[in-house]
DNA sequence: TCGTTTAATTAGTATTTTCGATTATGATAA
DNA sequence: TTATCATAATCGAAAATACTAATTAAACGA
């Protein structure tokens, strides 16, 4: 057998494919130019096939390199785990935590959670990204992230999860439009085209119409809305309905407007919120006391 | 941040592992004893902290020491999966395929299989080993086999699966009890202890069980067998009737008995055949390849 | 007590890695 | 056209490291 690639070389290539320049991720590694050059011909003489196209001044990465760049970032941030988790002792609570938020959770969640952390375990270096389900689940993949907070159930594609707590729809519009209905809102006395929702790229989305058993599309209006925050603005103008999770109204997203939030259809109309991270991690620890404190902020906490 | 400990020495400490001896280990590693150990003594200033306590004469792993040779074992593992991969250009149906099958399906499969695959796929090189659905598991997450062939549904832990085929179950008794009974056996016909099943560790029980909705449990007798031979045997001495899959029956597991195969009650009274691999594989394309040609060699293939 | 087996240690050697300087090539500006 | 700049590859010397053989020290069994 072969001899196996170094660890070194193969955070030559990463740099290198960040940066796409010798020079510049040479430096970012602490050694020259020609130690980061030779290094990647090594790695390309081991691994026996061409990694980088050069065509004398600039390079381009082959298909098999970014291939081989993928694989490279998942050994070289397990290395990197191995190495953390060694070294703190196996410690929960500790280090770097690099929490993936989807937007729809993110803004009603983050504030409260990173003072709470920081007060309470002031080892923990955390390190927050947002984005959309897809986004974070790649991410998560590659290693760059080590846990996310989302709205489940989704397919979690061979990761782990749990689900922290419960988050209430609410059927959110214009105190005058709410007056002559009860709760739960029967949406058939709603007109059509009144209900206003976020982009198909938000599973709120699709949690929602799920969840409050929202099977009348007539009641739906085609236009969508990019966050939050422009769905209040359009039920505050009095154009229309629209879903909301309870924990955005917890953190004042209806303050100075004059919408009320009234209970929708659905026996169980709510999404889950759930922590999902990789099956291999050596951090279950510290992502289970995690999870305590995130459900701690949740309007339904859930974790046994 | 400090510098990542060295593949090398992390395969030291496997070896070491594995022999539970430095002159044994060293000779796996073909380095000297005194490589070895000054290696090993390397990795724990690294990882600072202690992996093998040594108490003259002897050692013994800590706790921390083998948390680190699980998380090292599945870095190597994908080092040299990176290595194959470039190294076979990304071809597909080459080098060593390494496949745990359960043993309800493997004596009725790996025969055909193996030689279907030697005359299709020469540079194939396969290595199989039959063992528990709990201990595959178990194998494929550390990176000592890369696909499971197993009995579905079941918990795959993170894995990532499809379904091959379908594999019916038949009812199974001596001829002269079946002359009385028409398909599909409704089980209450049967006496009271006349059904005869395998261990619980195989999932053939349970599968069997649930897929032929053989609810009344006074009709299964309390002794178990270790194999689908000596349910056979059992039935054929006119103890009682067994559930066989039908892959066994027509491998010609029935030959030179007086045994009859019948329908059982349940409209889906079959399990499914599929394929497991870690979701962090790059070998998905020879997984599918391999997956038609079992599929092939199942009852009911069913594969898109 | 002596010989055997074990792992650690030591000192010398071999190998590998790294760097700085240089070269070669193309792009850009004068 | 020529000079200048930026890029990546190459080369030889220096530094770091990995490795070995021989030795030590401890434990065990005959």
């Known amino acids: ?96 935590l690099r929490i993936g938020c989807i937007p729809t959770i993110a803004p009603f969640l983050l504030g409260d959670l990173s003072k709470k952390l920081q007060r309470d375990y002031p080892n923990l270096q955390l390190n927050i990204r947002e984005d959309t389900t897809t986004n974070l689940l790649h991410l998560l993949r590659n290693g760059e992230l080590d846990v996310l907070v989302l709205a489940l159930p989704i397919d979690i594609q061979g990761n782990q999860s749990y ?37 198909k790229e938000h599973c709120l989305t699709g949690h929602a119409v799920a969840a409050c058993e929202l099977a009348d599309s007539s009641k ?40 009320v939030a009234l209970k929708p259809t659905g026996k169980e109309a709510s999404r889950d919120i759930g922590l999902v991270y990789r099956p291999t991690t050596n951090r279950r620890q510290t992502f289970r006391r995690f999870a305590e404190v995130v459900a701690q902020l949740l309007p339904e906490p859930l974790l046994e």
Chains 1, 2 share one sequence.
């Open 163 to 199: 689900v922290l707590g419960r988050d209430p729809f609410k059927l959110v519009m214009h105190k005058t439009l709410a007056e002559k209905l009860e709760e739960p809102v029967q949406y058939n006395k709603l007109p059509d085209n009144s209900i206003f929702l976020l982009e």
């Open 1 to 96: 057998m072969s001899k196996l690639p170094s660890l070194k070389n193969l955070s030559y290539l990463l740099a290198l494919h960040q940066h796409q320049n010798f020079n510049r991720a040479a430096t970012a590694c602490n050694v020259s130019q020609s130690t980061l050059s030779s290094g990647i011909q090594n790695l390309e003489e081991q691994l026996g096939c061409q990694l980088i196209e050069r065509d004398h001044k600039s390079f381009l990465f082959t298909g098999m390199g970014e291939e081989v760049v993928e694989q490279a970032r998942r050994i070289l941030t397990s290395t990197e785990e191995l190495l953390y988790f060694a070294q703190s002792q196996g410690k929960t609570m500790e280090g770097p």
């Open 220 to 259: 739906i209006n085609p236009f969508t809305a990019t966050s939050l925050h422009s769905l209040v603005q359009m039920a505050d103008a009095g154009l229309g309905a629209t879903f909301l999770p309870q924990m955005a109204i917890d953190r004042g997203i209806l303050n100075g407007t004059d919408l």
